[in-house]
């Protein structure tokens, strides 16, 4: 059975892209910590659209969004001008911490093989 899309999918995968090259203009222009857009999600009356960005610098993420934030009417603006929609969903940026997520349970594997090795010399020391 063939995978069915909905408009609003359609209308996200677009977003992401034409947002993409936006956001990384703004950053050049306004000297935002550099991010990049992950993920759009867009409800179903296609009035809100929650933006999903990554940093470079994830101590500076707050930075970042905030800035996003601040510049989203002008985005929205450039988004309306790039897009043949009726109505621009209203943008709501977000961090997301799933590649931080991600280094960290990396890191935790990582280490794992280093705390099974001890954990098995301390058990052969005892017998």
């Not at 940093?55 to 603006?77: D, H, Q, T």
């Not at 969903?89 to 890191?107: K, Q, W």
Request: aromatic share 4%.
């Amino acid at each position: 059975m063939p995978k069915t899309f909905h408009r609003t999918d359609r209308v996200s995968a677009q977003l992401r892209r034409e947002l993409g090259t936006l956001v990384h203009n703004a950053v050049r222009e306004h000297g935002l910590p550099s991010v990049s857009v992950s993920d759009v999600e867009i409800t179903r009356d296609m009035a809100h659209a929650k933006v999903f960005v990554t940093a470079l610098m994830p101590e500076r993420s707050a930075e970042a969004v905030a800035g996003l934030k601040e510049l989203g009417y002008r985005l929205r603006m450039d988004l309306a001008r790039a897009m043949k929609l009726r109505h621009v969903p209203e943008l709501h940026f977000h961090y997301d911490d799933s590649v931080d997520r991600g280094e960290h349970i990396d890191n935790l594997l990582r280490d794992l093989p280093d705390t099974l090795a001890a954990e098995k010399r301390r058990e052969s020391d005892e017998e």
